[in-house]
């Protein structure tokens, strides 16, 4: 008996000081891949300044997922804490001393599209795998906006992640922004809108990085451990799309946050999926009818 005691206890020592090597070689890993220089190629846009380009640029602000984590004053906003976890975006106003006060243009397009900072390092919270495929027209309407926003005053960035995360971000299995990329992809060639597949398609990058490249679901990369995972919109294993039998359905789910039998959906962007105009709204539909069958999350 005392004998079966000492080798458990010797086991129990033996994990526990695995589990503090493996905490601590992670932490170190996880630094070194947050501090590591990515170069890209940055191609320059046009920031326009007409009424009609600022107002394209209101509207994606507020329709592709820039005001969940940023505020819809641009003055940064906390858009996870959940006792374990704290992350929050930055102010991108042009206060003095914010993080985006001396950006040029090629820095808007290096971090917007790329999810890489000015200095070379990686964004490690920033859904640029979804603003990669914005035309060039897009991109300059956002941040003309954006370089609207009269200054306010507003916080820093806030990324408090528990041991685990970092860990899996250390060994990859959780990926930052600029690892999600074809970096060497031309920008997104115009379509003309309309309740058409090929602009719900334009449309639908915005749902690349909950849904996956595919469409196709499954567990949503860096989401807390009690999240539910991305429905499939395919018309694969474990479909959502039979439950909206037209573009009606579909697209009143964007608006409440409810399924057509009543119930919630839990973990969507409805912020931003309410403010997506009917056109928008009903080609994405359209592109989600035409989609090949993928099983639930192959990504």
């Known amino acids: ?57 209101a509207y994606l602000y507020s329709s592709r997922g820039c005001a969940d984590c940023h505020g819809a004053a641009g003055a940064g906003r906390e858009f996870m804490n959940d006792g374990k976890m704290r992350l929050a975006g930055p102010n991108i106003t042009p206060s003095e001393g914010n993080v985006v006060a001396r950006y040029r243009t090629e820095d808007w397009v290096r971090t917007v599209r790329h999810g890489v900072k000015p200095d070379g390092r990686p964004v490690f919270v920033m859904p640029s795998e979804d603003y990669n495929r914005f035309t060039d027209e897009d991109l300059g309407a956002l941040v003309a906006y954006v370089k609207s926003l009269p200054p306010t005053p507003g916080g820093a960035a806030v990324l408090d992640v528990p041991m685990p995360v970092r860990i899996l971000y250390a060994f990859d299995l959780i990926k930052d922004a600029a690892q999600k990329i074809d970096h060497a992809l031309p920008p997104a060639r115009p379509i003309a809108e309309g309740v058409t597949p090929a602009h719900g398609a334009y449309v639908a990058n915005m749902c690349i990085g909950c849904h996956g490249a595919t469409l196709a679901g499954g567990k949503i990369p860096g989401g807390p451990p009690d999240w539910a995972p991305a429905a499939n919109l395919t018309p694969g294993e474990g479909s959502a799309m039979p439950r909206y039998k037209n573009a009606d359905a579909f697209v009143a789910m964007l608006r409440s946050g409810k399924r057509p039998d009543g119930t919630a959906i839990a973990v969507m962007p409805f912020e931003s999926l309410r403010a997506l105009n009917d056109v928008d709204a009903q080609a994405l539909y359209a592109y989600l009818k035409t989609v090949p069958a993928r099983p639930f999350g192959q990504r």
């Open 1 to 57: 008996m005392k004998r079966w005691i000492k080798w458990t206890a010797g086991l129990v020592g033996v994990a526990v000081v695995l589990v503090a090597g493996v905490a601590v070689v992670g932490s170190q890993m996880a630094d070194s891949k947050s501090q590591r220089q990515i170069k890209v190629s940055v191609q320059p846009v046009t920031i326009p300044a007409t009424a009609q380009a600022l107002e394209r640029g």
